[in-house]
């Protein structure tokens, strides 16, 4: 069965507020196994005054965040974890690479899927891609330690 998240159970999950909430949308969650991300990229954004002044370019540090957060929100509406105390970590990030800038007006998309986890688990491991227009912009292999509430451990 495959479910969505907007802004409003995103908001519910993770912490994340602006200007460090990545993701506007996801979409096609199978529970517990893959999600996929939508962000989209505005020039009102504040990395792009400072990050190639006149040459708007993503962070490819901020592109890995939004794959994590991505994969955050599937664990939290995987697990019923909205309205809970959860916070997800970088535990390690490994074999990224970038292939694309992404600038304003791109639509990216974070194809997550996870490598191993369950339910109740604390650490999980994460394959990530993302993509603009179904063209590679980066992606990354990554570990996060979940802080599950209590009573979900």
Request: hydrophobic share 45%; charged share 25%; net charge negative.
């Amino acid at each position: 069965m495959t479910t969505e998240a907007d802004i409003h159970l995103i908001q519910r999950i993770i912490p994340h507020r602006y200007p460090f909430l990545l993701v506007d949308k996801v979409r096609d969650i199978v529970v517990n196994i893959s999600a996929v991300g939508i962000k989209n990229v505005t020039m009102n954004e504040p990395h792009f005054q400072g990050h190639f002044p006149g040459t708007p370019i993503m962070p490819g540090v901020t592109i890995v965040e939004a794959m994590a957060q991505t994969a955050a929100v599937m664990v939290g509406v995987s697990n019923d974890l909205a309205d809970k105390e959860f916070l997800v970590y970088f535990m390690a990030i490994d074999g990224c690479k970038f292939r694309r800038k992404v600038v304003p007006g791109d639509v990216l998309e974070m194809e997550v899927t996870v490598t191993r986890g369950k339910p109740g688990a604390k650490v999980w491991k994460f394959h990530g891609k993302a993509t603009v227009e179904g063209e590679t912009a980066a992606e990354a292999d990554f570990t996060a330690m979940m802080d599950l509430p209590k009573d979900t451990a």
